[in-house]
């Protein structure tokens, strides 16, 4: 993919954010921009698609957490062992649920994340 170098400086930032971070700008930039993720990721790869050739399987998802459920705690630790992070930045994250755990995840590795998440307690939608 080419970038201006303008949009390499954000991607090489956005990178570094943790999931927490992450989440937090993705939120921030759906209300600045009335948009939401789902929607720009489908738009952009419809106009990227433009041959006739049939819809093609979806290769990466994101993973959403939609209800945390009655596990909190079990979904907390989940959440810290799937993203890597601190406890405190796993238990903001849960706590924020409707929230994106992780974006562009690839498909068995969203379904891996489903299942330990739907195991814990929590409702889990992939987009």
Not at 28 to 36: A, K, Q
Not at 109 to 116: H, L, M, N, R, T
Request: contains cysteine.
């Amino acid at each position: 993919m080419d970038l201006s170098t303008n949009a390499k400086k954000v991607f090489d930032l956005v990178k570094e954010l943790s999931a927490v971070e992450l989440a937090a700008l993705v939120k921030s930039l759906e209300e600045e921009f009335g948009v939401t993720a789902a929607s720009m990721v489908v738009a952009g790869g419809a106009a990227a698609s433009s041959d006739d050739s049939g819809p093609a399987a979806k290769d990466t998802f994101d993973v959403e957490l939609t209800e945390i459920g009655q596990q909190k705690i079990a979904v907390i630790k989940v959440v810290k062992e799937l993203l890597n992070v601190s406890l405190p930045e796993a238990k903001e994250l849960v706590e924020k649920a409707l929230c994106m755990v992780k974006v562009w995840v690839k498909a068995d590795e969203s379904e891996s994340f489903k299942v330990k998440l739907e195991e814990a307690g929590a409702v889990v939608t992939l987009k």
